[in-house]
C-alpha cells in the first residue's frame, strides 16, 4: 500500500509552498491556495517515520464534505477538490487564534479543572464537575498561534485589547463558532456520535470573515459513541472515543512521548495498514457513507499533479 509523505511540485503561478505536520500548502499566485493532505501523521508534536496509506483522502474529505454542509452558516475557502486528497481554494489572511470550542469537560481542560482551575480562557467553570460531564452549554476557549513551541490559552478580553482580532470580527468569528458547532453536533447525532470538541480557523479577505482551513475532521476533533456516553459517566469509566487518541496510546506503550532519550518504535508496515483501517473507519463513522479508495496502483504524486494543473487551467 502505497502513502505519500512528501510533496514536491512545480505549479503554473506557483508563489510559495509551506510543508506543515500533516500538509503541504501551495501559494498559487498570492490569491488561491492547492491544500496537499499527505498521508503524514504526528502525535506528541513529531511526525512519524511513516505514512498512513489513504490518511489524507480521508482528512480532505472529511473536511470538504463538512464544509459543503455548513456554507450556508459561513463563507468558507474551499472553491474544489480536484483530488481526492487535495482541497483549492482562497487565499485569506489568517487569523492569529484557533477557536476552540467544547461541549463535555475532559482533555486539557478536564486536567487544568482536576488541577484546580475554575477559569479557563476568561470563562468561569462551576464547581464540582466531574470528568466528561456536559457542560450546561458550550464554552469557547480560544489559544493564539505561536511561531514556535505550543499554543496559548487566551480569553476574549485579552484578544481584543490587545488588537490581535478586533472586536467587531471576534463576535463575528464567536457567532460562526457557535453555529458551525451546534451543525456538526447534529450531524455527528445522526450517525450515533457526539461531537464533543472542536477547533476552527477563520481569515479574513475583502474585507469577508472566512472559514478556512479544515474542519470536523478526527485530527482537529474529539468524538465520543454516544451510545453508552450516560452509563460510562455514571460510573466513571473512559469514555469510547473517535479520534487518534489510539496513536497515542500505542507510542505510550512503546515508552515514547518524544521526552528526551525515547526512542520512536518500528512503525511497520502491518502497524500502518491497521491504522489506516482506523481512520477509514472513523470517516465511515463520522460521515455515515461508505469509503472509496482512489486508485491505490498510481503514482500518488503524479496523480494529483496532473489534477490539479488540469483544475487551475480552468480558471484561466
Not at 505536520?21 to 517515520?49: C, E, G, H
Not at 493564539?144 to 488588537?163: L, V, Y
Not at 515508552?255 to 512503525?267: A, H, K, T
Not at 455515515?288 to 489534477?307: C, P
Request: glycine letters at 6%; charged letters at 30%.
Amino acid at each position: 500500500m502505497k502513502a505519500l509523505t512528501n510533496t514536491d511540485f512545480h505549479f503554473e503561478g506557483q508563489q510559495s509552498v509551506y510543508h506543515g505536520k500533516v500538509r503541504d500548502v501551495y501559494d498559487i499566485n498570492n490569491d488561491l491556495l492547492v491544500m496537499v493532505a499527505t498521508d503524514r501523521i504526528s502525535a506528541f508534536d513529531v511526525i512519524l517515520p511513516k505514512g498512513i496509506p489513504f490518511k489524507g483522502q480521508v482528512l480532505n474529505q472529511i473536511a470538504a464534505k463538512f464544509l459543503d454542509s455548513t456554507s450556508d452558516i459561513c463563507p468558507n475557502w474551499k472553491m474544489a477538490t480536484p483530488d481526492p486528497m487535495v482541497t483549492v481554494g482562497l487565499k485569506c489572511e489568517g487569523f492569529r487564534v484557533e477557536m476552540i470550542i467544547r461541549s463535555i469537560l475532559t482533555g486539557s481542560a478536564w486536567r487544568a479543572y482536576k488541577e484546580g482551575c475554575r477559569e479557563l480562557c476568561g470563562v468561569t467553570l462551576p464547581d464540582g464537575m466531574r470528568e466528561n460531564e456536559r457542560f450546561p452549554e458550550p464554552i469557547i476557549t480560544p489559544t493564539t498561534k505561536a511561531d514556535e513551541g505550543h499554543d496559548m490559552n487566551i480569553s476574549r478580553e485579552e484578544i481584543i485589547s490587545q488588537g490581535i482580532v478586533s472586536a467587531e470580527d471576534y463576535a463575528v468569528m464567536e457567532d460562526y463558532t457557535r453555529r458551525l458547532f451546534a451543525r456538526g453536533q447534529e450531524i455527528a447525532a445522526r450517525h450515533g456520535l457526539i461531537l464533543v470538541d472542536t477547533k476552527y480557523e477563520f481569515g479574513k479577505r475583502d474585507g469577508q470573515v472566512y472559514l478556512i482551513d479544515e474542519i470536523h475532521t478526527p485530527d482537529s476533533s474529539r468524538y465520543f459513541y454516544a451510545d453508552g456516553y450516560e452509563e460510562r459517566f455514571e460510573k466513571g469509566e473512559p469514555q469510547r472515543q473517535l479520534s487518534k487518541e489510539f496513536v497515542r496510546q500505542w507510542l505510550i506503550e512503546h515508552d515514547f512521548m518524544n521526552e528526551p532519550g525515547q526512542v520512536m518504535p518500528e512503525i511497520t508496515d502491518e502497524y500502518a495498514e491497521s491504522v489506516s483501517e482506523r481512520y477509514i473507519e472513523l470517516y465511515e463513522h463520522i460521515t455515515g457513507e461508505s469509503f472509496v479508495k482512489a486508485s491505490a496502483d498510481a503514482d500518488l504524486a503524479q496523480r494529483i499533479e496532473k489534477n490539479v494543473s488540469q483544475y487551475l487551467s480552468t480558471l484561466k
